[in-house]
């Protein structure tokens, strides 16, 4: 039996009864969460900090937008709170009902919103799973009628696989190296601040991070001793003692990102305690592509610099990679930032800022190839939760203009048709 | 953009100039009526070319966003990018319409593509992959013939997208082998698509464009009404109606009609054939092996347990199902997976949108059938079992093209950034939420 079967076939049953279909209803609801972030915000806080050391996320045409039933909602672990209720309020905007399954990393979390959060919803509709590796897999074996997961591309292709059994449509929003280019026209000391902000938030965690830079040898030479005043600014000169700066979520992912900075050389940082899964915000130098920095997402305080010839081997060089969910160039001149755009692929484009455009909700946010499929944010979100189902009420009456399409068949009847039917093209259309 | 267009204008000078031909091949594939293959194979395919190559500049054009208080300078944007490496892979039914439109879109998109017609109809298969290369760019577009094995063997390349029309069986076999590469798919699938006969309406009307929709292309179509849904009293009256229409439309022996179409091939003959068990035939049910001929046929008293009542039939038969009323109906429609299509038949409007309200499927049409379909501006795709994702007009263009979110930020204006770096306070914090919070609108929105 799959797991919480029983609970999947009750949500069902509710998902049947229409509960979720009025308007005013997905609003009660959706308030309800605005209640849980504004009541339990102190909560929220201090379980994030105890997980990963966080300072304080007629005829008639038209189209109908359908939800699509049952949805399962699977979270990641480094915006614990964030990557669950923002795929959560655009499935409950849509009309679904909803099985959520917060990260079981971030402990508190989970414990957290598998406590609390339920108090704030009907619980006929909506419901927190609590589940690990093994569990998650058979909890995949029910069928659900969407299923939203964040997390790493490996674990994409297993949820992608077990929707396959059921054709389940899914996003996927997965990871990957976002290449950051800084060109030779640039104000230094910005770019360092904005390239050390993205980096260094939430201790690296962050799948839209700059993974790596490249820029010439050139650009390097101004670029470290930027970056390092820069990071005394943020945190201090012992960024170990600055509230501002998080730890790594966990034991294991200390080990794998400490085991990166044997990679190149250490130009700034690179200090370590692994009993505070401290890692210090780190640069490393003379980094190949070969190295084991380069080989894995890093999703760590560590930023490693590549030097590159010119703007066409930056290009070339993020080309022959998997596509990032991000892309970001930092120049001041706007054909760079064209051609960059114009010549390479990416979930997301962002120029002389990283991060940043994913806090506009009025763009969609997702990857491509391995970094992801699908998108959302904003009415991408209820988009995404929604089935675009296409309607056509045809009067029972004005049975003539059918007869034109019934046999039996003459070809005189076809040109009648056409013109019927047909979209010309128009030939003074400004192309 | 030139590129592009001048690869889909070449599109429409294959079926202009090759229209004979397909038509032809068709016809020898599975005894397509001309008239048929020129209205679903031609006329729609090129309707759908114009659409496109009346907008693609518009659809290409980046699509400019809402900007919040922090990036009221910025240039924030939607980038329409191609995918890259197209799959589409053909069924057999409409060879030519169902390979094309997909291709028009991806084409129009920026792809380059693979196209697999299907094997089942030699003769369009033959024109694919031997005409078609000819009109367009071989270094960007290709066909492949590829049977079963063939096409497991394909699969195993990673492709960028795949969009696959089909039956659900093999759909998910397309959707685990795109697994494997996170490749984003579109399935266009099938399932037994409900048509709801209310007691108020006009029962020629209605006999008319149900078997219209049921018995074109010999029903080997994915959106024909699969099954009817009436009242005992109802289905007293539409036999004999839809007994009228069909001789109406073929005249007193199908047989001979040049416009009933036969079974694609004799795998598919002899399954339908044995649908014929289920209920009792009021209309039609001759049968012709060596012509693969299956009569325009009604079973009448046909209960849901009925061997017809488990599988999609594509063929010529159309079961009734009695039910005592539209809430049985609904309740009977919903006890099966979500179809491509759901049928209303009514007069009065308000039961109409009661089956539409309360039920789930790819698309719907009251008061006839297959015509949504028609509308390049209604998006065409399934739900659950019968497809995931949709296409059609702007949605064909759309489904090929990934919506990268771009942001243009300035080099300079650093100190409005300095807000959001640490040194952390309370005091930034709360100017970061003023600047970049959405209020909720206040009480007096009329909801």
Request: hydrophobic share 40%; glycine share 8%.
């Amino acid at each position: 039996m799959s797991l919480h079967a029983e609970l999947v076939s009750c949500l069902r049953a509710a998902w049947l009864s229409g509960k979720t279909r009025p308007m005013e209803y997905r609003m009660a609801q959706l308030e309800a969460l605005g209640r849980f972030l504004g009541e339990k915000h102190q909560d929220i806080l201090e379980a994030t900090a105890a997980d990963m050391g966080k300072a304080t996320q007629l005829d008639s045409a038209f189209i109908r937008k359908d939800p699509y039933g049952v949805v399962l909602i699977i979270g990641p672990w480094n915006y614990p709170i964030n990557l669950l209720l923002v795929p959560l309020i655009g499935a409950i905007a849509a009309g679904n009902c909803v099985v959520m399954k917060p990260s079981e990393i971030s402990r508190n979390v989970e414990k957290l919103v598998a406590e609390m959060l339920p108090r704030y919803l009907d619980q006929e509709c909506f419901a927190v799973v609590t589940a690990g590796v093994q569990e998650t897999t058979r909890l995949l074996e029910n069928k659900f009628d969407y299923i939203f997961f964040t997390g790493s591309p490996s674990v994409g292709r297993i949820v992608m696989t077990a929707a396959a059994k059921h054709l389940t449509p899914v996003t996927l929003e997965l990871g990957g190296k976002n290449p950051c280019y800084v060109s030779d026209t640039c104000d230094v000391q910005n770019v360092a601040r904005r390239v050390a902000w993205g980096r260094f938030f939430n201790a690296g965690q962050t799948c839209v991070a700059p993974d790596y830079v490249l820029c010439s040898v050139e650009m390097q030479e101004k670029l470290l001793p930027a970056l390092r005043e820069a990071i005394t600014e943020f945190y201090g000169p012992n960024p170990r003692e600055s509230p501002d700066f998080a730890r790594i979520v966990g034991d294991r992912q200390f080990q794998r990102v400490q085991a990166l900075l044997g990679s190149g050389r250490v130009a700034i940082g690179g200090e370590t305690d692994a009993e505070a899964r401290y890692i210090a915000p780190t640069v490393l130098v003379d980094v190949q592509q070969e190295d084991p920095v380069m080989q894995e997402e890093i999703f760590g305080p560590i930023l490693p610099i590549l030097t590159v010839a010119s703007m066409d081997d930056a290009i070339a060089f993020m080309n022959a990679r998997e596509r990032p969910l991000a892309l970001y160039v930092f120049s001041s001149c706007k054909k760079v930032v064209s051609r960059v755009l114009e010549c390479t692929s990416s979930g997301g484009f962002c120029a002389n800022d990283t991060i940043m455009h994913m806090t506009l909700m009025s763009l969609p946010f997702g990857g491509i190839g391995q970094s992801g499929i699908g998108h959302y944010h904003g009415r991408s979100s209820f988009e995404t939760f929604s089935h675009r189902r296409s309607a056509l009420l045809r009067g029972a009456g004005r049975e003539a203009l059918n007869t034109l399409r019934y046999p039996p068949y003459s070809p005189s009847r076809l040109p009648l048709l056409r013109a019927a039917t047909e979209h010309r093209r128009t030939s003074c259309t400004l192309l | 953009m030139e590129y592009r267009v001048a690869q889909l204008e070449a599109l429409g000078r294959f079926l202009d100039e090759k229209k004979q031909d397909i038509l032809e091949a068709t016809a020898a594939d599975m005894g397509k009526p001309p008239f048929e293959a020129e209205f679903s194979e031609i006329l729609l395919c090129k309707n759908e070319l114009h659409e496109t190559l009346n907008n693609l500049s518009t659809w290409m054009k980046d699509e400019h966003v809402d900007r919040n208080l922090v990036t009221q300078l910025d240039s924030a944007f939607i980038r329409k990018d191609p995918y890259g490496v197209v799959l589409i892979i053909g069924p057999w039914n409409y060879p030519i319409h169902l390979i094309l439109v997909p291709l028009i879109g991806a084409i129009a998109a920026g792809n380059c593509v693979i196209v697999k017609p299907s094997e089942m109809t030699k003769n369009s298969e033959r024109l694919v992959a031997e005409v078609l290369p000819t009109y367009l760019d071989n270094d960007c577009f290709a066909v492949v013939t590829a049977g079963v094995q063939e096409t497991t063997g394909l699969l195993e390349n990673k492709f960028d997208y795949i969009f696959f029309t089909g039956n659900p069986t093999v759909g998910r076999i397309m959707m685990t082998a795109a697994a494997k590469h996170l490749t984003p798919v579109t399935l266009e699938l099938g399932g037994k698509n409900p048509c709801y006969v209310s007691d108020t309406c006009d029962v020629q009307n209605v006999a008319r464009r149900v078997a219209w929709g049921r018995f074109f292309n010999a029903g080997q179509t994915c959106i024909a009404p699969d099954y009817v849904l009436c009242s005992v009293e109802m289905q007293e009256k539409l036999l004999p109606a839809l007994s009228k229409a069909i001789a109406e439309f073929y005249g007193p022996n199908p047989q001979e009609s040049p416009d009933f179409g036969r079974i694609v091939g004799d795998k598919h003959f002899q399954r339908v054939q044995k649908l014929l068990g289920s209920g009792r035939v009021a209309i039609g049910g001759q049968t012709d092996e060596k012509e693969r001929y299956i009569a325009p046929t009604v079973l009448a008293d046909v209960l849901p347990s009925d061997s017809i009542m488990q599988e999609e039939i594509f063929g010529p038969v159309l079961p009734i199902v009695t039910v005592a009323n539209v809430d049985e109906a609904i309740a009977l429609i919903n006890s099966h997976e979500q179809p491509l299509a759901v049928y209303a038949f009514s007069s009065d409007d308000k039961v109409v949108n009661q089956v539409l309200e309360r039920t789930s499927s790819g698309g719907f049409c009251g008061n006839d059938t297959l015509m949504h379909v028609t509308l390049t501006s209604l998006p065409f795709g399934g739900m659950g079992t019968s497809g995931l994702g949709m296409y059609h007009g702007k949605f064909t263009f759309d489904t090929f093209t990934h919506h990268r979110g771009c942001l243009h930020r300035s080099m300079g204006r650093e100190a409005l950034n300095t807000l959001r770096y640490p040194p952390y306070s309370q005091h930034k914090l709360g100017i970061v939420r003023a600047a970049s919070e959405v209020k909720r609108k206040g009480a007096c929105t009329l909801l």
